[in-house]
Each structure stands twice: as structure tokens, then as C-alpha cells.
């Protein structure tokens, strides 16, 4: 709200953060043209993954065209809120090792892909993928992880 005020009443004009905390002289994107770039971004990632259903019969395609349209989908929301703060949320404390857990697994997939070419180590690295990406999604929602941590433990702990 105080950058809100101050961007109307134009104080601290030398350094002024525009409404999303992103230093004039840094990026010169207007808040319009912030949401054009995510939504174009957003929707170009949840076409690849799309197009990756198609192509699903060939594994390594299927990874390629999966993995671009996970990075576009989460690279999206740089537009939003620039893409240093979109890096300290990904390394805050609460959600660090589900982030480098997911990029991990981007990278298994795409080695599996394109350095190995198996198809079986390919589906496998991106079933974790999958898995990782939505654990990393769940951190961001407050208590769902331990909401989905429950019920997991209560589906699968059985006593014999």
C-alpha cells in the first residue's frame, strides 16, 4: 500500500518501485504488459504439456515437449513478480529442497532424454517430475503439505 501511495503522490522519484516490486530502471514493462507476458507465457507452457499428451507414445518427445511446458508454466509467474523475487521464493527455507528436488528431476529428464535416449529411465524421471513439481506446487498453499502428508500416512500405514 505505501508503494501504491507513493507511486500516486510521486515521491522518491530517483528509485521508485512500481506496484510489483520491481525497480523502474530494471524492467521497463508496464503492469499490462506484465499479465500479457504471463498469460502468453502460461498459456504457451500449458500447450507444450499438452501437445506432449499426444506424443506420448515416444517418450523422449514426451519429455522434451513435458519438461519446456513445466518451466514455461513456472517461469510465468516472473512476469508477475519479477524474476528475483520469483528466485527468493523458490529458495526460501519453507520450500528450498522441494525446489531443488524439482529441478533435479528436470534435469534427470532431460539427461534421460537426450544424453541416454531410454525410454524407461525417461518415463521414470518424469513420473518424479511430476511428483516433485506437485510437492513444490503444494508449498505455496499453506498447510497443504502437511494436509496431503496426513492422508498419505493414513492410506498406506496399515498395521499387519
Not at 32 to 49: D, I, K
Not at 121 to 133: N, Q, V, Y
Request: aromatic share 10%; with cysteine.
Amino acid at each position: 500500500m505505501w508503494k501504491l501511495s507513493e507511486s500516486i503522490l510521486g515521491d522518491n522519484e530517483e528509485q521508485q518501485d512500481n506496484l510489483f516490486g520491481e525497480q523502474e530502471g530494471l524492467c521497463s514493462l508496464s503492469p499490462l504488459q506484465r499479465v500479457y507476458g504471463f498469460a502468453a507465457c502460461l498459456l504457451a507452457g500449458l500447450v507444450c504439456m499438452f501437445l506432449s499428451l499426444i506424443v506420448f507414445v515416444k517418450p523422449i518427445k514426451f519429455a522434451l515437449l513435458f519438461t519446456f511446458g513445466n518451466m514455461l508454466a513456472i517461469g510465468s509467474t516472473a512476469f508477475l513478480i519479477g524474476p528475483v523475487q520469483q528466485i527468493s521464493m523458490m529458495m526460501d527455507p519453507v520450500r528450498v529442497y522441494a525446489t531443488a528436488v524439482y529441478v533435479g528431476c528436470v534435469v534427470l529428464a532431460l539427461i534421460c532424454a537426450l544424453v541416454i535416449h531410454s525410454k524407461i529411465l525417461t518415463l521414470l524421471a518424469i513420473i518424479c517430475e511430476i511428483c516433485a513439481l506437485i510437492w513444490y506446487s503444494l508449498s505455496y498453499i499453506p498447510f497443504a503439505r502437511r494436509m496431503v502428508s496426513n492422508v498419505t500416512i493414513r492410506l498406506f500405514d496399515t498395521e499387519i
